[in-house]
C-alpha cells in the first residue's frame, strides 16, 4: 500500500507566512487567519490502477510577535482499490495485498499542529528564518492513516528581492512505524520563488521533494504553480496546480483555497 502525504497543509503555510495581509503591529497584538481549502488529486503511485483523493481542510493560523501557531483538520474521500492510503504525514509503501474492486472510503484525516518561532528578521529588508515542530496525530481511521503519529522539525528562511521572495524548507520527520507499517525516518525540502505581481496579486512556484521511507516505498517529487488575490480586507482566494514526478507523488492535481485574517 502506498501512503501520500498530503501537501496542501505545506502549502498554505508558505502562502500564509508569505503573503498575509497584517501588519507587524496587528501581530504583535495577535492576529487570527483561517482558511478553507478544496484538493482534488489523482495518481497510479507505482501501482497498475488509478486512486483519485479529495481533501478538504480547515485550519486555523495565529500569530503573536515571533510565534505562529496552526492547526490544520481535513476531511478526506479516496476511491481506489485499496492500494493507496491516504495520511497526513504518511509515506508510500506498497500493499501486500489489494482488490480489484474500486470502493470509496470518507473521514476524519490525520489532524496537523505546527508552532513556529521567528528566530531572525532583517531590519531593512524583508528577509527573516524560522524554525518549526510539527505533528501529524494519527487521527484517521486505518483506511485512511496509518494510525501512527509523527513528529517533524523543519527551518523555513526567506529573503525577497524587489518584488521576488525565493524561500528554503529543509526538514526531518519522525514517522510512526509499526509492524503493519514499518516506515523510516525521511528527510524533506521544498525551494520556492513567490512573485508580487501588484498590491492586490502575487503567484509563484515550489518544488518538494521527500525521501522514500521504506524498501517498498517511493520517493516524492512535486512541482506547485500557484497565484493569488486579495479579494477583501486580509482576505485571499489562492488556486494551485500540481504535477508529479515520482511514483510516491499523485500525478496530477489542483485546489483552491479562501483564508480571512481577524
Do not use: C
Not at 484538493?39 to 485550519?59: A, F, H, L, M
Not at 496552526?70 to 504525514?89: F, I, N
Not at 482488490?99 to 527573516?128: E, H, I, M, Q
Not at 516506515?183 to 525540502?189: E, K, T
Amino acid at each position: 500500500m502506498k501512503m501520500k502525504q498530503g501537501w496542501i497543509g505545506w502549502l498554505a503555510t508558505a502562502l500564509l507566512l508569505t503573503a498575509g495581509g497584517a501588519s507587524a503591529e496587528e501581530k504583535d497584538d495577535g492576529y487570527l487567519t483561517m482558511m478553507l481549502g478544496y484538493e482534488s488529486s489523482s495518481g497510479k503511485y507505482g501501482t497498475t490502477s488509478t486512486t483519485d483523493i479529495v481533501t478538504v481542510p480547515v485550519s486555523a493560523l495565529y500569530e503573536t510577535g515571533r510565534w505562529m501557531m496552526k492547526l490544520t483538520v481535513p476531511y478526506l474521500q479516496v476511491t481506489g482499490d485499496g492500494s493507496v492510503l491516504a495520511s497526513g504525514g504518511g509515506r508510500g509503501r506498497r500493499a501486500t495485498t489489494t482488490t480489484t474492486t474500486r470502493t470509496t472510503n470518507s473521514g476524519l484525516g490525520d489532524v496537523v499542529a505546527l508552532l513556529a518561532y521567528n528566530v531572525y528578521a532583517a531590519d531593512d529588508v524583508d528577509a527573516g528564518v524560522d524554525l518549526a515542530g510539527r505533528v501529524k496525530f494519527g487521527t484517521a481511521n486505518k483506511t485512511l492513516g496509518t494510525g501512527k503519529n509523527d513528529y517533524a522539525a523543519q527551518l523555513y528562511a526567506y529573503h525577497a528581492i524587489g518584488s521576488f521572495t525565493p524561500s528554503l524548507v529543509l526538514g526531518y520527520e519522525v514517522l510512526g512505524s509499526s509492524a503493519e507499517v514499518p516506515l523510516d525516518n525521511v528527510y524533506y525540502g521544498t525551494a520556492a520563488g513567490d512573485y508580487r505581481f501588484g498590491e492586490l496579486s502575487n503567484g509563484g512556484v515550489e518544488y518538494r521533494y521527500v525521501q522514500k521511507a521504506s524498501a517498498t516505498a517511493a520517493e516524492q517529487r512535486e512541482l506547485v504553480l500557484y497565484v493569488s488575490r486579495e479579494i477583501g480586507r486580509d482576505t485571499f482566494l489562492r488556486g494551485y496546480l500540481l504535477k508529479g514526478y515520482a511514483d510516491g507523488s499523485p500525478d496530477s492535481g489542483f485546489g483552491i483555497a479562501i483564508s480571512a485574517g481577524y
